[in-house]
C-alpha cells in the first residue's frame, strides 16, 4: 500500500480556482489508479475524477465534467486536481485514495486513503 498527503484546500469565492495535490509515499505508486472524493457535511463521499496509473485514463463525474481536470506525475509520486470555475456546491473535504482499477467508484474498493482537505466556495 502507499500512504497518501492531501494539500491545497482552501476557501476561494465561486468562479475561482483551487489546485490539490495528493502526495504519496511507497513502492510502485505508478502501478495503482488514483480517486479523488469529496463529501459534505451530512453527505456521502462520492468520487470526482480518477485517474489509471500511468494517466493515459481519466474519468469524470458528470457534476465537474469541464471544470476539474485529473493529472499526475509519477516522477513526483504526486496526483493533482486543478479545479476551476468552482461552485458553493463543491464544497466539501477533499480525499484522494489509491486502489488497483480506475473503474472503481465506491469508496470500499480503494485501500488507501489520505486525511482529507477542506475546499470552501463562498457565494
Known amino acids: 500500500q502507499v500512504q497518501l498527503v492531501e494539500s491545497g484546500g482552501g476557501l476561494v469565492q465561486a468562479g475561482g480556482s483551487l489546485r490539490l495535490s495528493c502526495a504519496a509515499s511507497?513502492?510502485?505508486?505508478?502501478?495503482?489508479?488514483v480517486g479523488w472524493f469529496r463529501q459534505a457535511p451530512g453527505k456521502e463521499r462520492d468520487i470526482v475524477a480518477r485517474i489509471s496509473g500511468l494517466g493515459k485514463y481519466t474519468i469524470y463525474e458528470d457534476s465537474v465534467k469541464g471544470r476539474f481536470t485529473i493529472s499526475r506525475d509519477n516522477a513526483k509520486n504526486t496526483v493533482y486536481l486543478q479545479m476551476n470555475s468552482l461552485k458553493p456546491e463543491d464544497t466539501a473535504v477533499y480525499y484522494c485514495a489509491a486502489g488497483p482499477l480506475v473503474q472503481s467508484t465506491q469508496p470500499a474498493d480503494f485501500g488507501s486513503w489520505g486525511q482529507g482537505t477542506q475546499v470552501t466556495v463562498s457565494s
Open positions: 511507497g513502492r510502485s505508486f505508478s502501478s495503482y489508479a
